[in-house]
């Protein structure tokens, strides 16, 4: 039998992912709901405020998921000079989009999420994180963004890729025919970001991504920041560019001058979060741009 990806003792929410476990001390289970896709739970914890899980997988705190999600946009937004049109696929929990529309220049943000019931509980239970969302800019559907990225070409300057892990029905979302549909999706000049694991704890997985991810685009890079509550912390995200290169084609005074209110972005970051060590430079394909330096 498979063993359970997560277990409640003793007060504290125990994690398991390949023989390593991640703890977090809770007061009380607040929402429990199966829903048509997944299991939806969230707990108040000791430390770390709400906690959701997806089937028994951390997936957003109070106190950390601002990390993620503002590592996830402002490294592509603060690349691109202009972007006016951004796709999230996944990110029900609102946090990406947040982020998002920061960036005076977007005109439409898309959240494009399979599970209602991600949405409407975190609505009810996280609203600094969902709080974007009623937006005038912002358009919500539910839906499978595997078929929404398949009706839209040459529209969006960013999709970020705010998913699950590789994983049951996210699975496809890691897929070479995604990463094409998502690159036909993109505007000639577009970026796509997307969260790729722990390539410490999963290099084979992280691997996989990043090979499946230079199938269709040349420009491959990967960063990584600090986000606590996912598996040994080193979390990477992917870079897939049509032209611009995220080391040299960015302007820290602009950047600056943005002013954005940030928690752990900062326009250090901007670069210095492309510096990898060399077991996760090992893992990018041969193409990938960070092995030539
Ligand atoms: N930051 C989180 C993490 O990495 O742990 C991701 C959180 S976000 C809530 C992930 C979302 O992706 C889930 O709500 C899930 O329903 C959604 N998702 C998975 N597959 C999807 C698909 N094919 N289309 C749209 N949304 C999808």
């Not at 796709?87 to 494009?112: C, F, M, N, Q």
């Not at 209110?261 to 394909?285: E, R």
Request: charged share 25%; glycine share 6%.
């Amino acid at each position: 039998m498979a063993e359970a990806p997560s277990f409640v003792h003793n007060n504290w929410f125990t994690e398991k992912s390949d023989g390593i476990g991640f703890s977090i001390k809770i007061k009380e289970k607040i929402f429990e709901k199966q829903s048509q896709f997944q299991k939806i739970e969230i707990y108040d914890t000791e430390t770390l405020g709400r906690l959701l899980l997806l089937d028994g997988k951390t997936m957003v705190s109070d106190k950390d998921e601002h990390i993620y999600h503002e590592m996830i946009t402002h490294i592509p937004l603060n690349t691109h000079p202009n972007p006016k049109r951004a796709l999230v696929i996944g990110g029900g929990d609102g946090g990406t989009i947040r982020e998002i529309i920061k960036h005076p220049s977007i005109e439409e943000a898309y959240l494009v999420e399979i599970d209602e019931d991600v949405i409407n509980a975190c609505k009810e239970y996280f609203p600094e994180v969902s709080c974007a969302l009623d937006d005038p800019r912002v358009t919500v559907c539910c839906e499978d963004g595997i078929q929404f990225i398949k009706d839209h070409k040459n529209y969006f300057d960013l999709i970020v890729i705010d998913s699950t892990d590789p994983e049951g029905f996210a699975l496809e979302l890691f897929s070479p025919s995604f990463y094409q549909n998502v690159y036909d999706a993109l505007t000639d000049d577009g970026i796509m970001t997307n969260q790729t694991d722990n390539p410490f704890i999963y290099p084979d997985t992280v691997r996989t991504t990043y090979q499946n991810m230079g199938k269709v685009f040349q420009n491959i890079y990967m960063y990584w920041g600090y986000c606590m509550l996912y598996p040994g912390s080193f979390w990477t995200f992917g870079f897939g560019s049509k032209t611009y290169n995220p080391l040299l084609e960015v302007s820290i005074e602009k950047i600056k001058a943005k002013n954005l209110k940030t928690k752990y972005y900062n326009a250090g970051l901007q670069k210095g979060a492309f510096l990898l060590p060399q077991f996760a430079l090992d893992i990018l394909p041969d193409h990938a741009p960070q092995k030539r330096v």
